[in-house]
């Protein structure tokens, strides 16, 4: 015992690093040499002032010598010294949040409150880490589908008929009117042969046709109801705009 001693006072004694301290006054601790920790913590925090983990050593030989004011004392600095990291968090937390990494950030974000309830920006930041609340979703109105399936007005002349019939046609599918669909598209292809994609979409349609033999019985629900309305505006629009092209 007495040559791990010398070693670690030979240690002590040249110049250690803060954390070369931390480890020999802890096994000094540990073998009951607490006066001589004292004496060596409180030399050491002359050149490492900063130093949380001597500060604690001291605290903690203080308390099991029953110097418990002076382990108070030290603690408190050791508090003092703790909370001015503690923005440490925050800034951590907008790291992960930039990261995509929303849980880590919102982990780290409520440990920073813990210390500054209320703080109004953390607070900001995490309110906008919480999900969305899930409402019920309320049927559109016949005006606001118009909005999704008409294109601006601005777009050329051609592309508003070509876009209009194929809407319908697909309308009617949805529907369940698999024959006012093939129809629709064959209308498409006699207007437009070149028009590729209404081709496919017109053989894929057959193809269904020859399965389903009669996929007119079926009925659909309030959905469709909606839908063959848009299909009626629709196929009202389609004279005005073969007008506006042929103006």
């Not at 070693?7 to 601790?29: C, F, Q, W, Y």
């Not at 049927?139 to 070509?162: F, G, I, Q, S, T």
């Not at 809407?167 to 207007?191: F, H, P, R």
């Amino acid at each position: 015992m007495a040559e791990t001693d010398n070693v670690l006072d030979e240690i002590l004694n040249h110049g250690p690093s803060a954390n070369s301290i931390s480890i020999v006054l802890t096994r000094m601790k540990k073998a009951g040499h607490l006066k001589e920790v004292v004496q060596e913590c409180i030399k050491f925090l002359r050149v490492y002032p900063d130093d949380i983990r001597l500060r604690s050593i001291l605290a903690e030989s203080y308390l099991e010598i029953g110097f418990i004011g002076l382990a108070g004392a030290e603690l408190e600095k050791v508090k003092s010294m703790i909370e001015n990291l503690i923005p440490a968090y925050k800034l951590l937390a907008e790291i992960y949040a930039k990261q995509q990494r929303v849980t880590e950030a919102a982990d780290t974000l409520k440990l920073y409150l813990q210390h500054y309830p209320g703080e109004p920006e953390a607070l900001r930041l995490l309110e906008e880490m919480r999900p969305a609340p899930v409402s019920e979703e309320t049927p559109l109105k016949v005006e606001e589908l118009l909005d999704d399936v008409v294109p601006e007005v601005d777009e050329p002349r051609d592309a508003l008929v070509d876009f209009a019939t194929p809407t319908i046609a697909e309308l009617y599918y949805d529907q369940g009117k698999l024959n006012a669909a093939i129809s629709t598209y064959e209308k498409v292809i006699s207007s437009n042969p070149d028009d590729s994609e209404s081709l496919n979409r017109l053989i894929e349609l057959k193809g269904v046709a020859l399965e389903e033999p009669d996929p007119e019985g079926k009925e659909r629900d309030n959905l469709h109801t909606r839908t063959e309305k848009l299909i009626t505006i629709l196929e009202e629009w389609l004279p005005k705009i073969k007008e506006i092209q042929h103006a």
